[in-house]
């Protein structure tokens, strides 16, 4: 990566575009403390957290949701979630409260086995479990792989909602009409570089767009 500069606001939606190996993941990692970068530094408001390890850095109020959803599939939804608030057990009973009343089908399952869920009811388990820290900033990492489309509406309309009361979401998304739907703002990476980036009609109809997944 060179030269990657974003940014996101709270209560905004930024999507990350690019062609596999354009840098997206990595750029999520370098935020979330899994990826020391070699120069520059990651902002949350006025602290620094490039030089901070990864539990500090969801301490600090990030969060991140891999790719493949990774959750633990014999333990229970429940238990899932509860991990999800390791840096704040005595809120822990709260932000339950809370995730659950944002997914509700997740609160009818509570002790049902996680790797029994659809594909669509895990990415919701991972990202409820991310939720549970109560983070400022969000970042997800293609979270409509392999989903249904109406699996990937699901996410889409808790990720609004998620926005709107509030927290960033730093999205990287292969479907790219998914990601420019929802974000306010999205930045194309090519080969670790931003290429362009601007409002999502603006950037739908640059070229550059069709650039970075296609070549020149």
Do not use: C
């Amino acid at each position: 990566m060179s030269g990657i500069d974003l940014d996101v606001g709270s209560g905004e939606v930024v999507a990350l575009l690019g062609a596999n190996g354009a840098g997206k993941t990595s750029t999520l990692r370098a935020v979330s403390g899994l990826l020391r970068p070699a120069a520059g530094s990651v902002l949350l408001g006025d602290r620094r957290l490039d030089l901070l390890p990864p539990h500090e850095v969801v301490a600090a109020g990030v969060a991140h949701v891999p790719e493949g959803r990774r959750v633990f599939a014999r333990m229970t939804v429940r238990e899932n979630l509860e991990l999800g608030a390791y840096t704040d057990r005595a809120g822990a009973g709260t932000a339950l409260r809370q995730v659950l009343d944002l997914l509700p089908l997740l609160a009818d399952r509570q002790e049902q086995t996680a790797g029994t869920l659809s594909g669509g009811e895990q990415q919701l388990l991972a990202l409820g479990r991310a939720l549970m820290s109560g983070p400022q900033v969000l970042l997800l990492d293609e979270p409509s792989t392999g989903l249904a489309p109406q699996a990937v509406q699901a996410v889409l309309d808790v990720l609004a909602g998620v926005a709107a009361a509030g927290t960033a979401v730093l999205l990287v998304e292969q479907d790219v009409e998914a990601a420019l739907g929802l974000a306010s703002w999205a930045y194309v990476l090519e080969t670790g570089r931003v290429v362009t980036q601007g409002p999502p009609g603006q950037v739908r109809a640059d070229p550059a767009l069709a650039e970075a997944y296609l070549g020149g």
